[in-house]
């Protein structure tokens, strides 16, 4: 079985400071680990993704995720956000070799105030 | 590359009537398609794995008579939404995985069709 949780439903920042996004997984094999975004009234983009190998993935936009087994997180980071950058934001694990699914997490939506 | 299209983008349908729901890979075979439905301001949930020349397995609580999934070829999956009532009204989102082995390959997903029965 596995789950995602993702820490606060809405996250605030100023143009041009630190984004962070929480997400902690639960999976009972090594997971696949994915962030999307998603605008309004359209479907999901790739962001990033955790397979194997380098814990710190680097994704499109300037984001990046750093896959920490021990805190069993995948946190989703930006140095600087842009206005352009707000939208909903969905971890997803996948690892469960019978289910090729995602389960997602229940998002958060980032708003980036001027 | 991985470009998933879903048709139509919003329906307005009057209550009982079947609506379906085209998902296409455009530039690439996708074996296997996921059907996932997201209420207003919450995450997406998945209604059913296609499976190209097979029948799509349902997610537990998923009516298959009331949605009714066709994977007829490897670019092409339909969701049919029967005899549809206010509370089919949702966000439905296909999303497909390219041909080829290993969960690790990310999905791609359309950009969803809103489906509002009156």
């Known amino acids: 079985a596995q789950s995602v949780t993702q820490l606060g439903s809405h996250v605030s920042v100023s143009e041009g400071a630190l984004v962070l996004l929480r997400c902690n997984y639960s999976s009972s094999v090594p997971p696949y680990l994915f962030w999307y975004v998603q605008y309004p009234n359209q479907g999901l983009q790739l962001l990033l993704k955790?397979?194997?190998?380098?814990?710190l993935v680097k994704g499109i936009n300037g984001f990046e995720a750093e896959f920490k087994k021990s805190e069993t997180s995948f946190h989703l980071t930006k140095p600087s956000a842009h206005m352009s950058d707000a939208a909903e934001y969905f971890c997803a694990v996948s690892g469960d070799t019978g289910r090729r699914a995602l389960t997602f997490g229940s998002g958060t939506r980032l708003q980036v105030q001027p | 590359g991985a470009v998933v299209s879903q048709h139509p983008s919003w329906v307005i349908c009057k209550s009982g009537t079947s609506v379906k729901i085209e998902c296409r890979s455009l530039?690439?075979?996708?074996?296997?398609m996921f059907w996932y439905r997201q209420f207003p301001k919450q995450s997406l949930m998945l209604m059913a794995t296609s499976n190209e020349g097979s029948k799509a397995t349902y997610e537990q609580g998923v009516e298959k008579d009331k949605f009714l999934i066709n994977h007829a070829s490897l670019t092409l999956s339909t969701l049919t939404v029967t005899s549809a009532h206010p509370e089919d009204s949702s966000f439905y989102i296909c999303?497909?995985?390219?041909?080829?082995?290993?969960?690790?390959?990310?999905?791609?997903f359309g950009d969803g069709t809103r489906l509002s029965i009156l």
């Open positions: 955790y397979t194997t190998g380098a814990t």
């Open positions: 999303s497909a995985r390219k041909r080829g082995v290993g969960v690790s390959r990310p999905q791609h």
């Open positions: 530039d690439f075979q996708a074996t296997t």
